[in-house]
């Protein structure tokens, strides 16, 4: 009978206590679903792009993205992503639009994605910021129009910021004959202009409905009426797609519906082709991938060091402390540092609020050696950016980042590591009872509301960043914490959700150049 080599018989007991009681049956079966979902997300979400060419279409330094059919001939489509968003956040519109037989080009902005010319100009003005987007968008145009197959005839969708960039540059270009703005806002529109408009909003969106609802009444119209026919001089419709929010209703197959519809009524056309509805894949393939993360945690060795339970006075302190003073403490500093909006203020908060909770920790005697803990963060990370990450920049939105955005990275994933490390702290590496976890992340949001509320009028696309954040706790926060509970090291759950966060923000937030 053969026999185990001495040293590794000694290694596996040395190591069996770790791992013992790793995987249950509840893991292998969790871990079987998070597999079958992951798979059958994928598939469906290349399913909806079977029959579709996919080209990259470079307009100066532009990024652009042309889906057609093979050998479509017909009008071409410009879509437009709103405000951090980049080209991938529209494939829904993009792949639908294509999948009906029209030339769908989408790009990514100035400062957005993987353009890397930063946004500039006065964003507070029309001839600003405004006048060099609706340029962008027109040189698109032009390219687009240049492509083989392409009949001369032009429609623009725009979502969110990018609504008013439409609208205005469908006021300006003669070519453009049908203008689709998602999630309306923009003083341009009157009661005769643009002459062909369809405004689609997400029934959730209660003040952007509002708006839709102001100008439908200056037709002498309701949501859900059409005014006039497109295509034949004057048409105007606004609708309401139910049960989704700003986000949301990128994905919406009632606004795809619509948006097709009203095209083929522009144009002339009949389409008989499949919605793009994507959004259900995406949450499926994500939500796979976060469960895996399950029962792979368990793989890790149990961690020996698990951090006690923090007193409640010295928990209150470090939870609420560096929340209120650090809003305060930045306000009275100017925090313009990087050519991006608001990110540099971002970067010093993060930092400033993790070496708080660090710095009182450490008074209190309650950080331990790391030992193996950045191993495990490391794991945590690479899982994280690759496998999250890489569905998310195919199927979502950019996630890769360009040369331009190093800079940024480096002064954000200092702060990000610091704050995320403070948090894996108080929650006590994931061990911590449910109403403390509540209570430090929403100490954290409310702390940047704070530096908000301080400086309004700069500081106001904190704001728009926040659904990041919060899809942030929901998603690698949950992650980090199953890796903290069997690792029982804050240097893994800290290290790990840190290098994620920094990451994510640094490819999120458009680059700016106010000298421009």
């Known amino acids: 009978m053969n026999r185990a080599p001495v040293p590794v018989v000694c290694c596996w007991q040395a190591w069996r206590p770790l791992y013992a009681g790793a995987m249950t049956t509840r893991h292998w079966i969790a871990g079987l679903v998070a597999i079958v979902a992951i798979v059958a997300g994928l598939l469906m979400l290349e399913r909806a792009r079977i029959g579709l060419v996919v080209q990259p279409l470079a307009v100066g330094e532009t990024p652009a993205t042309v889906m057609r059919l093979p050998h479509a001939e017909g009008p071409v489509v410009v879509i437009v992503h ?15 639009l294509a999948q009906a037989g029209y030339i769908a080009v989408s790009f990514d902005l100035q400062g957005h994605g993987r353009n890397p ?24 145009t032009d390219a687009a129009l240049a492509l083989d197959g392409a009949d001369g005839r032009v429609a623009l969708v725009g979502h969110s910021m990018s609504s008013d960039v439409v609208v205005r540059q469908g006021l ?29 909003n997400g029934a959730l969106e209660g003040m952007l409905r509002a708006e839709a609802v102001r100008v439908m009444a200056e037709v002498a119209a309701v949501e859900g009426e059409t005014v006039g026919t ?8 606004a609708i309401a797609a139910p049960g989704v929010e700003h986000v949301g209703v990128l994905y919406s197959a009632t606004g795809l519906r619509e948006t097709v519809g009203w ?7 009949t389409s ?15 939500f796979g991938i976060v469960l895996l993360a399950w029962p792979l945690a368990r793989v890790l060795p149990a961690g020996a060091g698990v951090p006690e339970t923090l007193p409640l006075r010295v928990f209150w302190a470090l939870a609420c402390a560096p929340a209120l003073i650090t809003p305060v403490a930045l306000a009275l500093f100017d925090t313009r540092f990087l050519p ?12 400033v609020y993790g070496c708080l909770i660090l710095s009182g920790a450490t008074v209190a005697g309650l950080i331990t050696r790391p030992r193996r803990g950045w191993v495990w963060g490391g794991a945590l990370a690479v899982y994280g950016l690759v496998v999250f990450g890489g569905v998310l920049d195919r199927y979502v939105a950019s996630f890769l980042p360009n040369h331009e955005r190093a800079l940024i990275m480096a002064v954000i994933l200092p702060g990000a590591v610091a704050a995320m490390l403070g948090d894996a702290l108080l929650q006590e590496a994931g061990r911590a009872a449910w109403w403390k976890r509540w209570v430090v992340r929403l100490a954290f949001l409310v702390s940047l509301g704070i530096a908000v509320a301080l400086d309004f009028e700069r500081l106001f696309f904190l704001i728009i960043i926040l659904p990041v954040i919060v899809l942030f706790y929901a998603t690698f926060g949950l992650m980090g914490r199953w890796v903290g509970r069997r690792t029982g090291s804050i240097w893994a759950m800290g290290l790990g959700l840190g290098l994620v966060l920094g990451w994510a923000l640094s490819v999120t937030f458009p680059l700016f150049d106010g000298t421009l």
């Open 230 to 237: 497109p295509g034949a001089g004057f048409a105007r419709r």
């Open 263 to 269: 095209l083929d009524a522009t144009f002339d056309l």
């Open 172 to 200: 300006a270009d003669q070519r453009v004959d049908a203008v689709v703005a998602i999630s309306l806002f923009s003083q341009a529109v009157t009661a005769t202009a643009p002459a062909n408009l369809l405004i689609i």
């Open 340 to 351: 991006v909006l608001v990110a540099d203020y971002l970067a010093l908060h993060l930092a």
């Open 82 to 96: 709103g405000f951090a968003g980049s080209r991938q956040l529209m494939n829904a519109y993009q792949i639908s």
């Open 272 to 286: 008989d082709a499949r919605i793009a509805a994507i959004g259900g894949p995406i949450i499926l393939t994500l």
């Open 117 to 140: 010319v930063p946004m500039s100009g006065d964003v507070t003005a029309i001839d600003g910021t405004t006048q060099l987007l609706m340029d962008e968008v027109g040189r698109v």
